[in-house]
Antibody, heavy 119, light 111 residues
Framework: EVQLVQSGAEVKKPGESLKISCKASGYNFYTSWIGWVRQMPEKGLEWMGIIFPSDSDTRYSPSFQGQVTISADKSISTAYLQWRSLKASDTAMYYC????????????WGQGTMVTVSS | QSALTQPASVSGSPGQSITISCTGTSSDVGSYNLVSWYQQHPGKAPKLMIYEGSKRPSGVSNRFSGSKSGNTASLTISGLQAEDEADYHCCSYASSSTSGVFGTGTKVTVL
């Protein structure tokens, strides 16, 4: 079964760092882009960025460039989303998703990781 | 870039058809046939319903169809069912940033 399994919920303080993960299984991790999507409470989806694990080619939405870092470890089929200094406004659900359908569509989604940033 | 514009809510009775619009610009929706649509039930991850504007993944009901005219893409749900009550999000490639952009999201209510 093709699936993406994300790390568990996090509660952090402003200024702290964080790295969440997304482990892929059931397909060749090297061959598909993996993206990250933010969903703030009661809001819509936001396209953050994508990475091609084979060569770590990474693209960011202008809104998230410089705010987060997307990486991947192909040896363990895992993608990551990282913050150096969290803000309260980073509180959101974060989804990873595979670009496996035509036209760049996300066909497989992780279950989501809830990140809460509060003092 | 700005989010694509969707109506906040659309409603219909069981058996009816509804259409959700997704309006962008000539730099995203208008330039490419790369719009995808996602269904999201409360507390769940999104699910791909349409890709490349009008194609359905395996397992998605043929009651869901997609189309595009100019800078506006549309998702039509025919024969509306109670299980279709959910949020729907469109997404397009945006050439200006070589990234993607989602729509504002639409809540579908089955009356």
């Amino acid at each position: 079964e093709v699936q993406l399994v994300q790390s568990g919920a996090e509660v952090k303080k402003p200024g702290e760092s964080l790295k969440i993960s997304c482990k892929a299984s059931g397909y060749n991790f090297y061959t598909s882009w993996i993206g990250w999507v933010r969903q703030m409470p009661e809001k819509g989806l936001e396209w953050m960025g994508i990475i091609f694990p084979s060569d770590s080619d990474t693209r960011y939405s202008p809104s998230f460039q410089g705010q987060v870092t997307i990486s991947a470890d192909k040896s363990i089929s895992t993608a990551y989303l990282q913050w150096r200094s969290l803000k309260a406004s980073d509180t959101a659900m974060y989804y990873c998703a595979r670009r496996g359908a035509g036209g760049g569509a996300f066909d497989i989604w992780g279950q989501g990781t809830m990140v809460t940033v509060s003092s | 870039q700005s989010a694509l514009t969707q109506p906040a809510s659309v409603s219909g009775s069981p058996g009816q058809s509804i259409t959700i619009s997704c309006t962008g610009t000539s730099s995203d929706v208008g330039s490419y046939n790369l719009v995808s649509w996602y269904q999201q039930h409360p507390g769940k991850a999104p699910k791909l319903m349409i890709y490349e504007g009008s194609k359905r993944p395996s397992g998605v009901s043929n009651r869901f169809s997609g189309s595009k005219s100019g800078n506006t893409a549309s998702l039509t749900i025919s024969g509306l069912q109670a299980e279709d009550e959910a949020d729907y999000h469109c997404c397009s490639y945006a050439s200006s940033s070589t990234s993607g952009v989602f729509g504002t999201g639409t809540k579908v209510t089955v009356l």
